[in-house]
């Protein structure tokens, strides 16, 4: 065991009573000639826990400290103390241990005391008729132990009632390490009285800094939670109101007769989402993240596909119906990651049998929340050689010929050779307003006789009329399709047209993102030409320019055209 001693003894402060003993130590009460049988031969102290070393190549029998030797024997490879041999062979002296556990000793701390201050006592303490005691100034003090026993009672004294026994000072939690003894408690508290208060009134104001800061938390919290209470509040209320217009329309739809027409029935459905969106005109605009927050409480009375569309899955594929309006009063929310929303329509590249894809969207709200989702018409136009502007094809065979690129709001990309196909022309208007068209298919190209490489399909058309917000963190897009490819190169399909309505006048802020439509091929020289792209109802930045292509007419005003808009199909 290892022991604390003299507090003020920083340097030399312990005594182990698991090595040897310290020869003069125990000859204070012992005469040095009976102890010289007990002498550990590797450290010359008193051996504590003796073994008998008794190898065979040497003769004598020495006594040693089992710590001693164990310690030598790992510093050393494992060879003798004695004769530096391998193989050492030692046993326990049951003998010479209990001898040694019987001699007569002073408190170890003690020894360390007079070590500490020159005055070691040689002799032993004065009997009276109060005890034994020490002479000199030390025992005046307190600073003294008068244990006089043997070293096998040794542990239980140290352990217990020795008046050097360091402990902590009472005033250790506020921040004084220092080690004491009961000799000099009473001193320590008096002379460090001031220090000790000082450590308290340190104490005290942490503690009061930290009360105020946790005070300070607690109010903001405070206010928080009343701010949350008066949102969950509104939110009911707007919940019960809502709740209250479906259920009157509930019972007002169960009292109705059967016999009711059916066009009826849906003039009576869209009075009760009117009055739910006059109910909710009522309050502030609301954006997309509002409306989402409010889904919760008001959705759940209402169908997903049919009042709103609300996506959340990611990698999905919707279909809207084609050529007619899908209107979704309370907005649509594509919140999983891959969404894709598009018009239900045939995809066949075939001359005589296919459909243009016009998707036109009425909504409250539209939100895209990530990037790899997106509205997509793209390849929804016209297929190779037809359209508008349809690219030309080819008029030579075989390797290096190339159809034209289909053409729309720019001219077709066409081939430099002789024999190239031509690229197709310009038509419609900016503003889209009067006439929208999909985008024209590239020119096809033989590479013989019978292998034929058709050109890229025209886009499709996208019109959105968006009452609220737009959030656009995905893509609207109707881009044409590169042609097939080999030795030679069908044309590429031009863009689409993208018609976009925002009827809030900057109420609330939009999103605009990556809007395009553009022609396939766009890296060859037989590249279809760029669609159109018309924006009403809000300012564009310059920095939100940079992300549509191609430029779009926009007008802050909305445009109200007396002519009905109609999409050609051109065959």
């Known amino acids: 065991m290892s022991l604390n001693l003299n507090v003020e003894d920083a340097n030399n402060n312990s005594i182990s009573l698991e090595d040897c003993y310290n020869n003069a130590w125990v000859c204070l009460l012992n005469k040095p000639q009976k102890l010289q049988k007990y002498v550990c031969a590797v450290c010359k102290q008193i051996a504590n826990n003796a073994v008998e070393l008794h190898c065979g190549q040497h003769a004598e029998v020495y006594i040693i400290g089992e710590k001693c030797l164990k310690n030598h ?17 030692y046993s326990e002296v049951r003998f010479v ?3 040694v556990n019987a001699l007569q000793v002073i408190c170890p701390r003690q020894y360390k005391l007079g070590q500490y201050k020159g005055k070691i006592q040689t002799h032993r303490p004065k009997m009276t008729d ?21 070293i096998k009672s040794l542990y239980s004294h140290l352990e217990g009632n020795c008046k050097l026994k360091p402990f902590h000072c009472e005033f250790k939690k506020f921040g004084c390490n ?17 220090e000790h208060l000082d450590l308290v009134d340190k104490h005290i104001n942490e503690l009061q800094n930290d009360l105020t800061k946790l005070r300070k938390e607690n109010n903001d919290l405070h206010l928080q939670l009343t701010k949350k209470q008066s949102e969950v509040e509104g939110l009911t209320e707007e919940k019960n109101e809502l709740n209250a217009q479906i259920l009157q329309y509930q019972q007002q739809s169960q009292v109705k007769p059967q016999l009711i027409v059916e066009k ?34 008001v959705i759940p009375a209402l169908q997903n596909t049919v009042d709103y569309l609300l996506i959340s899955e990611d990698k999905r594929k919707i279909k809207l119906k084609n050529n007619q309006w899908n209107n979704f009063r309370f907005g649509i929310y594509l919140l999983g990651e891959g969404v894709i929303l598009t018009a239900d329509c045939g995809k066949s590249n075939n001359a005589t049998e296919f459909e243009l894809g016009y998707l036109m969207i009425k909504t409250s709200h539209l939100w895209i929340k990530h990037k790899k989702s997106a509205i997509d018409c793209s390849g929804l136009g016209y297929p190779s050689d037809l359209g508008p502007g349809k690219g030309g094809q080819a008029t030579t065979i075989g390797n290096g010929s190339v159809g034209g690129g289909g053409g729309y709001g720019t001219k077709g990309g066409e081939g430099t050779e ?16 009067k006439q929208i068209f999909c985008g024209s298919g590239g020119g096809t190209c033989r590479e013989d006789e019978h292998i034929i490489h058709r050109g890229g399909r025209g886009g499709g058309v996208i019109e959105l009329v968006v009452e609220q917000q737009l959030i656009n963190h995905g893509k609207l897009q109707c881009n044409g399709k590169r042609g097939e490819d080999s030795s030679t190169f069908g044309g590429g399909g031009s863009g689409g047209s993208i018609l ?3 009827q809030s006048h900057n109420a609330l802020q939009h999103t605009m993102g990556n809007i395009t439509c553009t022609g396939g091929n766009h890296s060859n020289e037989n590249k279809g030409g760029d669609g159109r792209v018309a924006i009403y109802g809000i300012k564009i930045t310059a920095e939100e320019m940079k992300n549509i292509n191609p430029k779009p007419f926009h007008q802050i005003r909305l445009k109200h055209s007396k002519k009905n808009k109609k999409l050609n199909h051109f065959k």
């Open 73 to 89: 024997l790992k510093n050393n490879k494992e060879k003798c103390p004695i004769e530096n041999h391998q193989g050492c062979k």
């Open 97 to 99: 241990r209990q001898d």
């Open 130 to 150: 109060e005890g034994m005691e020490e002479d000199g100034s030390e025992e005046k003090n307190g600073n003294v132990c008068n244990y006089q026993g043997t």
């Open 178 to 194: 220092t080690m004491l003894n009961q000799s000099h408690r009473d001193k320590h508290m008096l002379s460090e009285m001031k």
């Open 264 to 297: 009826k029935e849906e003039k009576t459905e869209e009075k009760v989402l009117r009055d739910m969106a006059d109910i909710d005109s009522k309050q502030l605009l609301k954006s997309c993240q509002d409306m989402i927050a409010l889904s919760s409480l």
């Open 418 to 433: 002789n024999g190239d196909g031509k690229g197709g022309d310009v038509y419609g208007e900016e503003t889209l307003s």
């Open 500 to 502: 976009i309505k925002l």
